[in-house]
């Protein structure tokens, strides 16, 4: 039967290398088909959700990257507490949250954190509020099921916002791509 911290030290190691794979793709791929599509309102509306959903992926992918390596470095007796878990689950989470602020801090701390709680959806957090103010779950159903029509897209400023994203997302493949280098070496040095 396998030791839980190798398997901990495993699952942290896949997750991170998902995360590693999800922001390439975005960059590589998502991002410049973007910029293929017939109109700015499309562009518009496709680069919110890609946002939206890797955000939250990212997000995910880090905290259970970091939480089963701290949790292997944790558990483990005092020969086997190897300072690369710690490292790597440092490179995670500054690879999602240190990036996400430093490319979003002109909102913030505070409105960079309701955005994240927005894209995430937290349910406990959000609270969706009818017309007359109040908030009731039958008028978040109604809400989703608005279309928002939205006018004076500006192709620059699209433009600039998939570039913006575009690094955004190479700077989390780099991070964490090196986190996954340094889990990947850690596995094989504990297996040695």
Known sequence: MPCPITVTKFIGTVSLGLLTGVSYATAAITIPTLKAL???????????????????HAIRLSNLTSTCLFFAW???????????????????TLSTWGVDFWFN?????????RSVVEDIEFPSLTVKKTSSGSSSPSSAK??????VVEADFNGESIE?????????????????GA?????????????A
Do not use: C, N
């Open 38 to 56: 017939p109109t700015a309102s499309h562009a518009t509306r496709a680069l919110k959700d890609v946002k939206k959903l890797s955000r939250k």
């Open 74 to 92: 944790f558990v483990a007796s005092r020969r086997k507490k190897h300072p690369y878990l710690l490292w790597v689950s440092l490179a995670s």
């Open 105 to 113: 801090r002109q909102l913030g701390l505070g409105g960079w954190l």
């Open 142 to 147: 109604k809400d989703e099921d608005l279309v």
């Open 160 to 176: 600039q916002d998939l570039a913006r994203e575009r690094r955004l997302q190479s700077v989390r493949t780099w991070l964490s």
């Open 179 to 191: 986190a996954l280098s340094m889990a990947i070496v850690g596995l094989w040095g504990d297996g």
